[in-house]
DNA sequence: ACTGCGACTTAGGAGTGGGCGT
DNA sequence: ACGCCCACTCCTAAGTCGCAGT
């Protein structure tokens, strides 16, 4: 069988042997990726806004797109019109209002002679209920104020000492910086890591003057403990900082937030997400990562490649600098990009999940769950079917993709081994992954799972599954190492591929998307009960969502506080039931009085006595449910799924119908993020 | 076919500030 | 009024997936 179509090579044995090679030369392959991401500063491209037609996109006023022009005619005949210049600054004039309006809108203190909106921050824009851009194109107009850069470096005052070897020794200041993102990391475990002090010290040698060099040549002869003890000073300084002062920082950050933390896309102020470039520093990978210590370099205004319209105001680089380059490509979503030092990949700065551009998308992604449901039956049907095949690749191909169905993994890319932790999903699960267990507790055919996923989270779990996945699993398994690869035939390009055939726009991570969702809604109906106060669905509610977080394998450390908290939590329900016992104790006595009295006052006394242990019973019942909610909770992390895995309608959907306040399931954010959910569904909404 | 890159989503942890109980 | 704690925000790493170039 398994030479039956063995006129192919093996996928990954190239890989492979790239994995095994790598495994000895240990870190190689780093000389190509400097040069990558050298200093070389590439052409500056000249900003002409002058000889540009400030092409601000018409009807400002109603705050709406149009999207139904056909984008020929809305946009190059404008240009060829050859509209004169004076028309041209009126219709930025216009851009520049809405901006500057907002602005104050938002803060409340417009002071103009018209009468002014006030509050309510104008009415929000429902993008949802336009058009769609349809052709790839992104946006028609974009500007923005490009990126806020990390703060200079601020060298130690004299009296803060580094030694090596035991002797003060004063470092230069490109050596020193990189001393304090040592000392800023020093109690923790990061630091201790052999790796991370190998990298970081290869790394901070590289910004030592050669005398320095020549001296420090050994880790453990250094002493970061004056800095270490400097900045835990300067945060607890911070702490202590009066009011005004502190009100003054934050109303500089919203300075900042309002000036570089919105951009102007099609007509409309939106919500930048990342506006800040990255601060230098140490990199910290997660896991066993081999890069964990690097220096990740300070990014500089000539590393920049800046995004925008052609015919908007340009961002300005600092002064005396020049941006890397200035591009005009609609087909993206970026504002800001740079080449990050560590891994060579490129970071992007783009907008904020209220905005359109982002909404959209998520909007789609859970339209493509919704059509997966439809189908996912008879998909079902072909890869039971297909673990049959005469083909290796297919029965392959099949036992993954029930895996992602059935359990949720992640498709799993192939890594270049040696930059990045050693983590896996499906279709790169190894043979020392799995473990087959003809019989385990009772139940046949059970397959252990025990292996690193993203973030190098580790996926631990005893399935049982089908006798027919069971001995395909063992064929794969027949005459491999644990390190070869489980489906040496399949990998995510050769699968998603398949998948496209089976459904447009279908790929491994959709079944995670549907799955998820699938759940929550099914989860919902069942835990739901009418019967019960708001507090108690709300548990209903995170029950549901836990389910989900459990299937996704969504884990976190327990929080350091958390048995504390616990105990915290206990002793608050222990007094409240004494405070209950009391109040019934009162009732009670109330109640014979007012036996014996009969009049009004002894009645009313005992009115106000009743509602008074009704309360506390309620208080008490929400403690207990927060109580298990936290237990139930502890290694489960709730957000992710939320905030990515969930349609929102159907939450938004269950709230209607039981009468739950929206704001009980989402947090603001969460509100803006799913704005245009809340809006559109309504109660009977089906996923 | 295969690789590397670019763009974008998904992810957990650190940091913090505001609400809460005392 | 005060201190504590936890919900939320920020941060940025680590995935997915498609495509261009060879």
Redesign the pocket.
């Known amino acids: 069988m398994k030479h039956k179509d063995g006129s192919?090579?093996k996928?990954k044995d190239?890989?492979k042997e790239k994995r095994k090679e790598e495994k000895m030369k240990s870190l190689d392959g780093k000389v190509k990726k400097e040069k990558?991401n050298g200093f070389a500063s590439p052409p500056y491209v000249k900003s002409e806004p002058e000889e540009d037609f400030y092409h601000s996109p018409k009807h400002e006023k109603s705050l709406k797109r149009e999207r139904d022009d056909d984008y020929d005619s809305e946009f190059k005949p404008k240009k060829i019109k050859t509209e004169n210049d004076k028309k041209a600054k009126k219709r930025k004039q216009d851009n520049e209002d809405i901006k500057s309006k907002k602005t104050k809108n938002k803060k409340g203190e417009v002071a103009d002679g018209k009468k002014k909106a006030k509050k309510e921050p104008e009415e929000k824009w429902k993008w949802w209920e336009e058009e769609r851009y349809t052709d790839g194109v992104?946006w028609r107009f974009l500007e923005h104020k490009g990126p806020v850069f990390a703060p200079p470096y601020e060298p130690l005052p004299s009296n803060v000492k580094f030694y090596y070897d035991g002797k003060h020794m004063k470092l230069s200041p490109e050596a020193e910086e990189v001393a304090t993102f040592f000392a800023k990391m020093l109690d923790?475990e990061y630091t201790t890591k052999d790796i991370f002090r190998k990298n970081f010290f290869k790394d901070w040698r590289k910004e030592m003057t050669s005398e320095e060099k020549g001296k420090i040549t050994d880790l453990k002869k250094c002493n970061f403990t004056e800095m270490s003890e400097y900045f835990k000073a300067q945060?607890e300084a911070?702490k202590a900082m009066t009011k005004e002062d502190?009100l003054k920082i934050?109303e500089e950050n919203e300075r900042i937030?309002q000036e570089y933390g919105f951009c102007i896309m099609d007509n409309h102020r939106e919500r930048i997400?990342?506006f800040?470039?990255?601060?230098p520093?140490l990199?910290?990978?997660?896991?066993d990562?081999p890069?964990m210590g690097m220096l990740?370099r300070r990014i500089r205004p000539q590393d920049i490649i800046v995004n925008c319209s052609k015919d908007s105001k340009y961002p300005e680089p600092p002064p005396g600098t020049k941006w890397k380059e200035v591009r005009h490509?609609n087909?993206?979503?970026?504002l800001v990009?740079w080449?990050?030092n560590?891994?060579?990949?490129?970071?992007?700065i783009?907008l904020n999940p209220s905005s359109r551009i982002?909404g959209e998308?998520?909007w789609q992604?859970y339209e493509t769950a919704r059509r997966l449901k439809k189908c996912v039956d008879r998909i079902r049907a072909q890869y039971r079917e297909d673990w049959k095949s005469k083909e290796m690749r297919i029965r392959q191909r099949a036992v993954a993709l029930y895996f992602i169905d059935k359990l949720a993994l992640?498709?799993?890319?192939e890594?270049?081994e040696g930059e990045?932790?050693d983590?896996v999903?499906?279709c790169s699960l190894r043979v020392e992954h799995i473990k087959l267990y003809p019989e385990n507790d009772g139940q046949e055919y059970v397959v252990e799972f025990d292996f690193?996923?993203?973030?190098?989270?580790r996926y631990y779990n005893k399935v049982p599954v089908e006798k027919r996945v069971f001995k395909n699993l063992q064929l794969f398994m027949e005459n491999k190492e644990p390190d070869d690869d489980l489906f040496d035939r399949l990998n995510?390009?050769i699968?998603?591929?398949h998948l496209?055939e089976l459904m447009d726009?279908l790929?491994?991570?959709?079944f995670?998307?549907y799955n998820a969702s699938i759940t929550l809604q099914q989860q919902l109906k069942e835990l739901t009960n009418s019967e019960e106060n708001i507090p108690a669905k709300i548990l209903s509610y995170n029950r549901a969502n836990r389910a989900v977080a459990i299937l996704?394998?969504?884990?976190?450390?327990p929080?350091k506080?958390f048995e504390?908290?616990m105990q915290?939590?206990q002793t608050?329900i222990d007094?409240k039931r004494d405070q209950l016992s009391d109040a019934k104790r009162e009732l009670k006595s109330a109640k014979a009085d007012a036996k014996v009295r009969k009049d009004e006052k002894s009645k009313k006394a005992v009115e106000t006595k009743k509602k008074a242990v009704q309360r506390i019973e309620e208080q008490l019942m929400k403690l207990e449910v927060q109580a298990t909610d936290r237990e139930e909770n502890k290694q489960i992390?709730l957000?992710?799924?939320k905030?990515?895995?969930l349609d929102p309608r159907i939450s938004v959907a269950w709230c209607k119908k039981w009468g739950i306040p929206v704001e009980k399931i989402y947090?603001?954010?969460?509100r803006e993020k799913f704005a245009w959910a809340i809006d559109m569904a309504d109660e009977d909404f089906e996923f």
């Open positions: 192919t090579d996928y190239k890989h990558e992104k923790h945060s911070r502190k934050k937030l997400a990342n800040r470039i990255e601060p520093g990199f910290r990978g997660r896991g990562h890069k990740k490509d087909k993206v979503t970026w990009s080449t990050e560590i891994q060579g990949s490129i970071k992007y783009m982002k998308k998520d992604k992640r498709a799993g890319n890594k270049e990045t932790a983590t999903g499906c690193l996923g993203k973030d190098s989270i995510t390009s699968l998603n591929k496209q726009g790929t491994a991570k959709v995670r998307t996704c394998n969504h884990q976190r450390a929080p506080t504390k908290s915290n939590l608050k007094a992390a957000g992710t799924s905030l990515n895995y947090n603001k954010t969460q």
